[in-house]
């Protein structure tokens, strides 16, 4: 039975968000910016999405600046305060996303300290090891993402952002995988930054936000026509961010009612994924996303298993989709302690809001019959088979 099992890497667009979208792909198509009625409809659209957005970050509407998704609202936030402290330490956590990992080595080429701030085994930002860094001073910046991507993870980003403020740094939070998974509040966080992205909460690909507190001084990365808030120039891609707005009003309105779904084929799924023997399932020590599990049954590679789970029509993946395809073990997973070896098994299943039972199942019934096809030795599972 084919499944799509990788919502972390992406979403189908809601049939919802398509039908919103669609007037402003075929229909009015006049700049957000212009003084007629035509364009003051298109900005009324924008300014409801942005209202929508908000929402689901708790967030006040004037606080949203709407992007090309995720990868640039990240970089807007860690560019846009280091431009401004040039001379001060930018800190984030070792599991980042490589849209912040990027920026940061870029950053550092360019001159300015950067430092990495420690995981425990279970993933989560090792407080200790983080507050002797905020002691030596001058910190910027502290970018920690609410949730990881490839294990899950959620981080006590309440107590670092406590920390982070005593040392007067800003907090920037990815909340790019939280978002729509569980719930959010930009005032309640501490954060005064949060990257969003519409492609992972059922919108289209390419639009996503950052929340940013309108006190803070930003350097923006693209400068044009003095759009949104001159911290983001070029005219709006107004469908997109329509469809971002209905994806993030129907993941507010629907968060609960998803979150215990998929919660409740993931428990079903690792129940199942536990009894083979030799698997190690990453981070199940720590709170984590409901929709997530990523595991490893070594010595199977991820590599093999990929390929065997594709042509069974299973979609899944090794751990973040922009390092699949590549031979080199997890980042995160090696920040945790993780041997390479093993790190080179991960398997990432990623539920989301319409997978069923049968799908969580057939998975799971699948990859037995795989690991026992491939005699990943496990006696066991001949025994029981
Ligand atoms: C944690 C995290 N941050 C940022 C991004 C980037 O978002 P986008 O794909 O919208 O650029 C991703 C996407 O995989 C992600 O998982």
Same mark, same amino acid.
């Given at each position: 039975?084919?499944?799509?099992?990788?919502?972390?890497?992406?979403?189908?667009?809601?049939?919802?968000?398509?039908?919103?979208?669609?007037?402003?792909?075929?229909?009015?198509?006049?700049?957000?910016?212009?003084?007629?009625?035509?364009?003051?409809?298109?900005?009324?659209?924008?300014?409801?999405?942005?209202?929508?957005?908000?929402?689901?970050?708790?967030?006040?509407?004037?606080?949203?600046?709407?992007?090309?998704?995720?990868?640039?609202?990240?970089?807007?936030?860690?560019?846009?305060?280091?431009?401004?402290?040039?001379?001060?330490?930018?800190?984030?956590?070792?599991?980042?996303?490589?849209?912040?990992?990027?920026?940061?080595?870029?950053?550092?080429?360019?001159?300015?300290?950067?430092?990495?701030?420690?995981?425990?085994?279970?993933?989560?930002? &090792?407080?200790?090891?983080?507050?002797?860094?905020?002691?030596?001073?001058?910190?910027?910046?502290?970018?920690?993402?609410?949730?990881?991507?490839?294990?899950?993870?959620?981080?006590?980003?309440?107590?670092?952002?406590?920390?982070?403020?005593?040392?007067?740094?800003?907090?920037?939070?990815?909340?790019?995988?939280?978002?729509?998974?569980?719930?959010?509040?930009?005032?309640?966080?501490?954060?005064?930054?949060?990257?969003?992205?519409?492609?992972?909460?059922?919108?289209?690909?390419?639009?996503?936000?950052?929340?940013?507190?309108?006190?803070? &001084?930003?350097?923006?990365?693209?400068?044009?026509?003095?759009?949104?808030?001159?911290?983001?120039?070029?005219?709006?891609?107004?469908?997109?961010?329509?469809?971002?707005?209905?994806?993030?009003?129907?993941?507010?309105?629907?968060?609960?009612?998803?979150?215990?779904?998929?919660?409740?084929?993931?428990?079903?799924?690792?129940?199942?994924?536990?009894?083979?023997?030799?698997?190690?399932?990453?981070?199940?020590?720590?709170?984590?996303?409901?929709?997530?599990?990523?595991?490893?049954?070594?010595?199977?590679?991820?590599?093999?298993?990929?390929?065997?789970?594709?042509?069974?029509?299973?979609?899944?993946?090794?751990?973040?989709?922009?390092?699949?395809?590549?031979?080199?073990?997890?980042?995160?997973?090696?920040?945790?302690?993780?041997?390479?070896?093993?790190?080179?098994?991960?398997?990432?299943?990623?539920?989301?809001?319409?997978?069923?039972?049968?799908?969580?199942?057939?998975?799971?019934?699948?990859?037995?019959?795989?690991?026992?096809?491939?005699?990943?030795?496990?006696?066991?599972?001949?025994?029981?088979?």
């Amino acid at each position: 039975m084919p499944a799509y099992l990788d919502h972390n890497a992406t979403t189908r667009a809601d049939a919802r968000v398509v039908e919103a979208m669609l007037p402003f792909l075929s229909g009015p198509y006049a700049n957000p910016s212009s003084q007629h009625r035509y364009g003051r409809a298109a900005r009324d659209a924008v300014e409801t999405a942005r209202a929508q957005v908000a929402a689901l970050a708790g967030a006040d509407p004037g606080q949203a600046i709407f992007t090309s998704g995720g990868t640039e609202a990240n970089n807007l936030a860690v560019k846009g305060i280091a431009a401004r402290h040039p001379r001060e330490r930018l800190l984030y956590s070792a599991v980042e996303h490589p849209c912040v990992l990027e920026p940061m080595k870029a950053l550092a080429a360019h001159g300015h300290a950067v430092e990495a701030v420690a995981v425990d085994g279970q993933g989560r930002v &090792d407080l200790a090891a983080f507050e002797a860094q905020l002691a030596r001073g001058r910190v910027a910046l502290v970018s920690c993402m609410i949730a990881n991507n490839e294990t899950g993870v959620i981080q006590d980003l309440a107590r670092i952002a406590a920390l982070a403020h005593a040392a007067g740094a800003v907090v920037h939070a990815d909340a790019v995988q939280a978002a729509g998974k569980i719930p959010l509040s930009f005032p309640e966080s501490g954060a005064q930054l949060m990257s969003l992205s519409s492609h992972k909460i059922y919108g289209p690909k390419g639009v996503g936000a950052l929340v940013a507190d309108r006190a803070l &001084d930003l350097e923006p990365l693209l400068h044009g026509g003095g759009q949104e808030r001159g911290l983001r120039g070029g005219t709006e891609n107004v469908a997109g961010i329509v469809g971002f707005g209905a994806a993030a009003e129907l993941a507010r309105l629907e968060l609960e009612a998803r979150t215990a779904h998929v919660l409740r084929l993931r428990e079903r799924l690792e129940a199942a994924l536990r009894r083979i023997p030799g698997i190690r399932v990453f981070g199940a020590g720590a709170p984590r996303l409901p929709n997530t599990v990523q595991f490893a049954v070594p010595p199977v590679h991820s590599a093999t298993l990929l390929g065997l789970l594709d042509k069974k029509g299973y979609a899944v993946s090794s751990g973040s989709a922009c390092a699949s395809g590549t031979d080199e073990p997890s980042h995160v997973l090696l920040a945790m302690g993780v041997a390479e070896d093993i790190a080179l098994c991960a398997i990432r299943v990623s539920l989301g809001k319409d997978n069923t039972e049968a799908e969580a199942d057939g998975f799971a019934g699948c990859l037995r019959e795989l690991l026992a096809s491939l005699g990943a030795a496990m006696p066991s599972v001949a025994l029981n088979a």
